[in-house]
């Protein structure tokens, strides 16, 4: 019989080095680790559902929250699928319930991949370095950037993290991508031992 693939979370807020860690992962754990998070998933999505599940806090898209609900439950059915099938997944997502309806893609997530090979780690990065990262690289406009801290870059920070609990926290303002993916990687050796 397979043996099921083992799923690593990544919550964060852009910018906190969310995808620096899950490539640092890929590269260092054992395993098959596919990289399949919010970037990816939104590529294959036409313009009328953008930006997907990376909708921001805030309530800003009212009329396309039912759609991005509907997105989250295939997102994490896929997401299953590659476990199911033997694959290692790795997966970099801002998960929040800050909508203008009752929505939490967190608990979503929970119902449908919980088990023992199931590791979530919260990404945390202080609002200060994240800003000084979309500064740096702005990326055409997509991140906003400039003085001070733009109001939905302070409700990411504060939306993505509410309310959650994690099987491990990392600090990616002191950790590099290489040592948050050593710990990662020892977090799930336990989980798989307990």
Known sequence: MQKPGRVVI??????????????????????????WGVDAFNKTLPPSLLPGIGLRPGGERPDLEPEVEKLYGVYFAALLAYAETGFDVVAD???????SRPFDPY??????????????????????????????DPQGGFYAAGQGVPAPVALWQEAVHAGKTYDLELDTSVLSPEAGAALIGSRLAAAEID
């Open 107 to 136: 608990i979503l997530m929970q119902q449908r991949l919980a088990g023992p090979r199931l590791v979530v780690v919260g990404v945390l990065c202080p609002i200060d370095v994240i800003m000084a990262r979309r500064n740096a």
């Open 10 to 35: 990544l919550n964060g807020a852009p910018r906190s080095g969310k995808s620096s860690l899950a490539h640092a992962f890929q590269a260092s754990a054992p395993g098959r680790w596919v990289i």
């Open 93 to 99: 997502l801002g998960l929040h319930s800050s909508y």
